[in-house]
């Protein structure tokens, strides 16, 4: 009783969590199945009470020869055999049930977490390792999934067959009862006792695994850096360090738990030797018949079952609250970057984009673009250049509206890229970045990426157009060879080529490059230079240049510094200003080239 109190206090408490209500709200359009696993548990769990009670008038029955009848034993087995099999469909109907919601509900919840994570702006994942976010994705949900059978079936399952196994006893005999529940409050302080440290030690294991799965992850992606740079020993140490305080948690974790068994479980089993010892005696005085007692001694077995999990349901509510926390942490942080109420879709465009005294900073105490003024005629290439950290890369963002504006107006075709819906107005900018993302599959589900409903015949013309289509044709299977993850089985120049190939499909009226043939060689370089000026032909073109040598043709040059646009013009016009920012870097690269040359 006591722990049936405790374990209600437990869950009342846990349904009051604001995590827990939001996430009540994905078990409802499961409430029947689940009343169905309830109703098939509480015949599950209370059905096998009726034997004991049967085997005391066995039992009995044999003691009394007089009365002894064995086809009234025949019938009242064979009765039960039958009631046992009716038990056995139960039984199948409640865990198909009850695993059934829970597997349903895991979708739910995995679906629209993921789908979230999605519309996610880039400052989240910034501030975030991704094997964490992945850990809430697929570990804290399925931890989160036990508070359905904990909460929802086993707590209503366990409380009844208490009550009744209890009323059972103290009908039979309710001195030999209260003699069997006497170390039930000790059972309670201890286990309460025990199972706040298990709790304590469970959670820290759990961040520092999180921890753990978020350095492994990021680690493991750039093995070839830390094979490069001879990390291995250093990358070891650190994993070694990690591991070892994981281990120390779950070694603690184990040492409480098995004092709690050690120490619970003596007085589990000292419960029974009071019961059949002072049972012993009511049989001599013949206050109790041997029946009652072997039937009392088989209750007080099945006691202890429910008893024990409804025990350790605040361990259990409490892993799953605080997975829930996690989940819903993610679910309640909001992306910076959506929609206006009234935004639109508009027709085709040209690509003409101004930014009108446009400010942005990534933290409100440090601006990192000042007073941008800039006017892209559709149609025509920019290139922007400047040492590293100017803002070139935080320019580009906010085309695409990776990142809102703090202050100005940045507009394309006269409308505030605000106006549109961020879904349209991305599917008219089409962005080569110098490491092209490719992701695990087919060459063709990579190129795909562009256009997703495109045929096989534009397919194969956006290969031809990135001079991809020799290369691809060499290949094992073609254009659906599987090339690995993040496209490692292929070359630098290769993996642009398709990166290229996936921007033609695309068809975009504005193109973002940032300069991708810097680290290739010249016949790689030439193959993409030549794509590239397909690809950029007729549309509004920026590109981030690290080469002055590849924009001198650009229509306009603009050259970023501290956040500023400090230069702007062509080629010619540039190199005209002695003291400029743009001569000074043509002149460094040119004297480099010039050194190199000699050597």
Request: glycine share 6%; aromatic share 12%; charged share 20%.
């Amino acid at each position: 009783m006591f722990c049936l109190i405790s374990g209600s206090k437990v869950v009342a408490k846990v349904f009051i969590n604001p995590a827990v209500k939001k996430f009540l709200s994905y078990v409802k359009p499961y409430r029947r199945l689940i009343t169905i696993a309830t109703f098939c548990g509480l015949l599950k769990y209370n059905i096998p009470l009726i034997f004991p009670w049967v085997f005391k008038d066995v039992i009995d029955h044999l003691l009394s020869p007089s009365s002894y009848d064995a086809t009234k034993v025949h019938y009242t087995m064979l009765a039960m055999i039958v009631l046992y099999l009716f038990w056995a469909v139960v039984t199948y109907f409640r865990s198909y049930y009850a695993d059934q919601a829970g597997q349903r509900l895991v979708f739910d919840l995995r679906h629209e977490l993921y789908v979230h994570l999605q519309r996610m702006s880039l400052s989240f994942y910034e501030k975030r390792q991704v094997g964490s976010v992945a850990s809430r994705l697929l570990g804290d949900i399925a931890v989160a999934q036990n508070f359905v059978g904990a909460a929802f079936t086993n707590t209503v399952m366990d409380a009844s067959s208490l009550f009744l196994i209890a009323f059972l006893l103290f009908h039979m005999n309710w001195r030999l009862a209260l003699v069997s529940i006497a170390i039930f409050p000790f059972y309670v302080m201890l286990n309460k006792y025990f199972k706040s440290k298990i709790v304590r030690t469970s959670k820290l294991a759990r961040q520092k695994m999180e921890e753990i799965s978020g350095n492994v992850h990021e680690k493991l992606g750039g093995i070839s850096i830390i094979q490069s740079y001879t990390r291995e020993k250093a990358e070891e140490k650190h994993f070694f360090q990690d591991n070892r305080e994981y281990l120390l948690y779950q070694l603690r974790h184990i040492q409480h738990n098995a004092t709690a068994q050690s120490v619970i479980g003596f007085l589990t089993s000292i419960a029974p030797i009071l019961v059949v010892w002072f049972g012993a005696i009511q049989v001599i005085y013949g206050r109790l018949t041997v029946g009652e007692l072997t039937a009392f001694y088989a209750y007080l077995g099945m006691f202890y079952n429910p008893l024990n999990r409804l025990t350790e349901l605040n361990v259990l509510l409490a892993n799953s609250q605080s997975a829930m926390e996690r989940i819903f942490e993610v679910f309640n942080t909001s992306s910076e970057i959506v929609d206006c109420p009234d935004a639109k879709e508009l027709g085709p465009i040209r690509g003409d984009i101004k930014f009108l005294n446009v400010y942005f900073a990534y933290e409100m105490s440090k601006t990192v673009l000042k007073d941008i003024n800039l006017h892209i005629p559709a149609g025509s290439t920019v290139a922007l250049v400047g040492p590293s950290g100017a803002g070139k890369s935080t320019f580009v963002k906010l085309i695409p509206r990776f990142y809102d504006i703090s202050e100005g107006r940045i507009s394309i075709d006269g409308w505030d890229i605000r106006d549109f819906k961020l879904s349209w107005l991305r599917r008219h900018i089409a962005a080569v970045p110098q490491e092209p993302i490719l992701f695990s599959g087919t060459v063709y589900e990579n190129i795909l990426f562009g256009k997703p409903n495109a045929s096989e015949e534009e397919v194969q013309s956006a290969i031809i157009s990135a001079n991809a289509h020799d290369f691809i044709c060499r290949l094992p299977k073609g254009h659906q060879t599987e090339i690995g993850e993040g496209g490692m089985k292929l070359s630098g120049g290769q993996r642009q080529r398709i990166a290229l190939a996936r921007a033609f499909l695309k068809n975009a009226p504005i193109l973002i490059l940032d300069e991708a043939t810097s680290s290739l060689d010249s016949k790689a370089e030439n193959l993409i230079q030549e794509a590239l000026k397909r690809l950029m032909k007729g549309r509004t073109t920026v590109i981030i240049a690290h080469r002055l040598s590849t924009i001198q043709s650009a229509d306009m040059i603009v050259v970023f510094h501290n956040g500023e646009i400090v230069e702007k013009g062509n080629h010619q016009e540039l190199l005209q200003h002695s003291c400029g920012l743009y001569r000074e870097l043509y002149e460094e690269q040119f004297d480099k080239k010039f050194a190199m040359t000699i050597e």
